[in-house]
Nanobody
Framework: EVQLVESGGGLVQPGGSLNLSCVAS????????MSWFRQAPGKEFEWVGG???????MYAEFVKGRFRIDRDNAKNAVYLQLNSLASEDTAMYYC??????????????RGQGTQVTVSS
């Protein structure tokens, strides 16, 4: 059974940073690209960025260099470093397993999410 467990969310002030983690199990993690998505209340599910099996990365345009995705295949983990956070970054953040051979936005599984709230 595929499991993706996110952690690291919380309340942060505008301009602050958070580091989200996602630990995967139930599949050969190193063989899959991984993505991060987010969903704010009342808004659509939104792709944030992705990382391929060997560490190549791609980000949504709104990221504008503020976020960074990394992975550690030895730990079956993918990370999302959030910097220069603004109120509009408030959302539930999810990691997801990308379908093999597909674009980063085409996923097979996702976790339960971790909440990020940006507020003063």
């Amino acid at each position: 059974e595929v499991q993706l467990v996110e952690s690291g969310g919380g309340l942060v002030q505008p301009g602050g940073s958070l580091n989200l983690s996602c630990v995967a199990s139930g599949f050969t993690f190193s063989s899959y690209a991984m993505s991060w998505f987010r969903q704010a209340p009342g808004k659509e599910f939104e792709w944030v960025g992705g990382i391929n099996r060997i560490g190549g990365k791609m980000y949504a345009e709104f990221v504008k260099g503020r976020f960074r995705i990394d992975r550690d295949n030895a730990k079956n983990a993918v990370y999302l470093q959030l910097n220069s956070l603004a109120s509009e970054d408030t959302a539930m953040y999810y990691c997801a397993k990308v379908r093999k051979g597909a674009h980063y936005t085409e996923v097979e599984e996702r976790g339960q999410g971790t909440q990020v709230t940006v507020s003063s």
